[in-house]
C-alpha cells in the first residue's frame, strides 16, 4: 500500500486528512513538528509527503531543504495558507513537487497525490525492468528473457504499475486511477480479468503476480 507521511500541526485538519486519506486506502503516518518529520522522513521509507510549511520551531521549508539533500524523489506536496506568489515560487524551487494552498478541496488534494505518485513511479522512463521482463512504456512491448510479446493498452499499464512497485502491494484502487474509463466501468472486475490474462502471459517468466487478500497485487520474482 502507498505510504504517505502528513506533515501538520493543526490538529483539526491532520484529523480529517488521517481519516480522509486511509479512507481512500492509503497508510498514513502524521508527524506534527518539522523535527519529527525529518525524524519519520530518515527513519522510514515513504512513497510521498504531504507538508506544512508553518510548523513550530523548524519551518516546513527547512525541512523540505534537508529531505532534498537525501533524496531527490521523493514526491512532496506543500499544503499551506501562505498564499503569496513569493512563497509558491520559493517553495517550487527548494524542490516541492506541488504546492497547494489551504483551504483547498480534498478531493483536489488527493488528484495531485495521485499525479505525483506516477510521475515519481515512472521517472519518464520507456524501458521498466524485473527480474527476466523487459517493457517498452512507449508501444507496450514485453520482454520475457528472448521472447517477445505483445500486451493490450490496459495490460500494459497494469503491468507497468506493478513493475514500478515490484515488491510491494498495489491495491485495485491504484490500479483503476491508471486507467480513467475504469471509473465508468464495473472497475474491480476489469482489473480483475487484466490481471488474470497477465498472469497467463507471464506463466513461463520467473515472476508472479500474488493477489494479497483485502489489499490488492504484489509482483515477486519467483524462488
Known amino acids: 500500500m502507498t505510504r504517505i507521511l502528513l506533515v501538520e500541526d493543526d490538529e483539526y485538519l491532520a484529523s480529517a486528512l488521517v481519516l480522509a486519506l486511509e479512507r481512500k486506502k492509503y497508510l498514513v503516518d502524521l508527524a506534527k513538528t518539522g523535527a519529527h ?20 520551531v523548524v519551518d516546513g521549508i527547512e525541512v523540505l531543504e534537508e529531505l532534498r539533500k537525501q533524496d531527490e524523489e521523493l514526491p512532496v506536496i506543500i499544503i499551506t495558507a501562505r498564499d503569496r506568489v513569493e512563497d509558491k515560487i520559493k517553495g517550487l524551487d527548494k524542490g516541492a513537487s506541488d504546492y497547494l494552498v489551504k483551504p483547498f478541496d480534498f478531493g483536489e488534494l488527493e488528484a495531485r497525490l495521485r499525479a505525483a505518485l506516477r510521475k515519481s513511479n515512472y ?9 527476466s521482463l523487459s517493457l517498452d512504456t512507449n508501444n507496450g512491448q514485453l520482454q520475457i528473457a528472448e521472447e517477445a510479446m505483445e500486451l ?3 495490460e500494459a499499464v497494469v503491468l ?13 484502487r491504484q490500479l483503476m486511477d491508471q486507467i480513467p474509463d475504469w471509473l ?3 472497475s474491480e472486475n476489469a482489473v480483475e480479468i487484466v490481471v488474470h490474462r497477465l ?14 487478500r483485502g489489499f490488492g497485487y504484489i509482483l515477486e520474482a519467483r524462488p
Open 37 to 56: 518529520a525529518m525524524q519519520s522522513l530518515f527513519g522510514d521509507r515513504y512513497d510521498a509527503v504531504l507538508l506544512d510549511l508553518g510548523l513550530p
Open 123 to 131: 521517472k519518464n522512463s520507456t524501458q521498466i525492468k524485473f527480474a
Open 152 to 154: 493490450t493498452p490496459k
Open 160 to 172: 507497468k504499475t506493478l513493475m514500478a512497485r515490484s515488491g510491494k502491494v498495489v491495491s485495485k
Open 184 to 186: 465508468l466501468e464495473s
Open 199 to 212: 498472469r497467463k502471459k507471464l506463466e513461463n517468466s520467473d515472476v508472479n503476480i500474488n493477489t494479497v
